[in-house]
């Protein structure tokens, strides 16, 4: 079952949106197939771990990332919307220092890539939403840091900023001039 790819403005970061299957009964469609993903995107990656988390409204979870230990992340939205970010932190790159965003939710079924070197970050839309994402590399707390969420260099565009729910590591994250980058 084919997928379709999208670069967005960073290019390493894709869109990529499963062939769905619809009748009387429901929808079907592989939230995840391998091969298809490698010869769609031509990344061989491995995933070793998936994570699943809820969150209510305003909820702003991010903007996470191992240094030392990066992991490449295929994110989705199962249940609810929310407003998806990649921060490319990669000091050689031609976009370092740029953000892309993406709108996932459970209706549009799209999934965002997210190679290693980016901070990752997502903020709920909807009442409710549940987000699902595999990994290329193992949680390692020793090496995760954070990027402050409205750091003025970055300028990252939020859907909504009022009634935002943070994490205190996301409160007190370091901001883009003090933060832990990639080569």
């Known amino acids: 079952m084919p997928i379709t790819v999208t670069p967005t403005a960073i290019p390493e970061v894709l869109v990529i949106e499963p062939t769905i299957f619809g009748d009387a009964r429901g929808f079907f469609f592989e939230s995840f197939n391998a091969r298809d993903f490698r010869e769609a995107t031509g990344l061989d990656v491995t995933f070793v771990q998936d994570n699943h988390s809820g969150s209510s409204r305003g909820v702003l979870r991010g903007l996470h990332y191992q240094i030392q230990k990066p992991q ?6 199962v ?22 965003g993406e709108t ?3 209706e549009n079924r799209k999934q965002l890539w997210i190679p290693p070197g980016f901070a990752h970050g997502f903020q709920v839309l909807s009442a409710w939403a549940e987000f699902t994402y595999k990994t290329t590399n193992y949680y390692s707390p ?15 565009e939020w859907k909504m900023e009022n009634n935002l729910v943070l994490a205190n590591k996301d409160e007190a994250a370091y901001r883009l001039e003090e933060a832990d980058l990639f080569d």
């Open 142 to 156: 020793e090496h995760e840091r954070s990027l402050y969420w409205k750091d003025e260099q970055v300028k990252i």
């Open 104 to 106: 996932l939710s459970a």
């Open 79 to 100: 249940q609810g919307e929310v407003f998806d970010v990649a921060v490319d932190l990669r000091r050689t790159s031609p976009t370092f220092g740029q953000w892309v």
């Open 72 to 77: 490449g992340k295929l994110v989705r939205v």
